[in-house]
């Protein structure tokens, strides 16, 4: 990178040129795939965008591709930064920009935002979702943080020493609902017991759901 803090560039291009290319192409590959996996979290609600990872699937990353936790840090913001430009269609004035204030990185920022280009049709719900959460007014799903614990229920009555009990397992599961890019100490939250069967009757509602949804966009929806 050449001298772009100095030449006033503003903080969010400055991240997306201080990645080395081929890092940032190897180490954002494997945050979209996270993504489609439910292991990396990228939300964008118009000007906000924010993602959020657990600190083991982190250190896989960072041993994987040799980086260090604030190099790690620096390609998930170079990457937010370049995602939201192209999805919110501002690529072109802030090429400008670099062109004009730091225009020995211009062709680094150009292979980085054709990398993330391809990523987006690989993996258009990001883009998706962008649109839906944009035009929502109501909490996101994609903010929605829950924790599940599994138990065991053992049956009524004095068991022997060494003795297998009757048992029947479930799951106690935590929902958590937050805004912004920290956590504010006070969430609104839902606890609750779940069993087997219970589960069940879950996944197979939300199989509907999804057959719903697959079955509306073949349909053609009058304005």
Known sequence: MS???EMGLPRPL???LEVEDKTFQSVTADLFDASDRGKFGLLLTGSVTRASMDD??????MKKHGVTKEELGKCVEAMMVIVHLLIAEELDENTAIIQEKSPKDIEHFRAKTQFISKMLEKYPHIK?????YSLCKT??????????????AHSPG????????STTPFARVIFETFSGKERPSETE?????????DLDLVIESLKDLKNAIEELKTKKVSP
């Open 128 to 132: 998706d979702n962008y649109f839906v």
């Open 189 to 197: 939250s839902l606890e609750f017991e779940i069993t087997e069967k």
């Open 158 to 165: 004095t068991i022997p020493r060494g003795s297998l009990p």
């Open 139 to 152: 909490k996101f799903f994609a903010e929605l943080n829950w924790e599940v614990g599994l138990k065991i």
């Open 14 to 16: 400055r991240s997306a």
């Open 56 to 61: 083991y699937y982190a250190r896989i990353l």
């Open 3 to 5: 001298k772009s803090k």
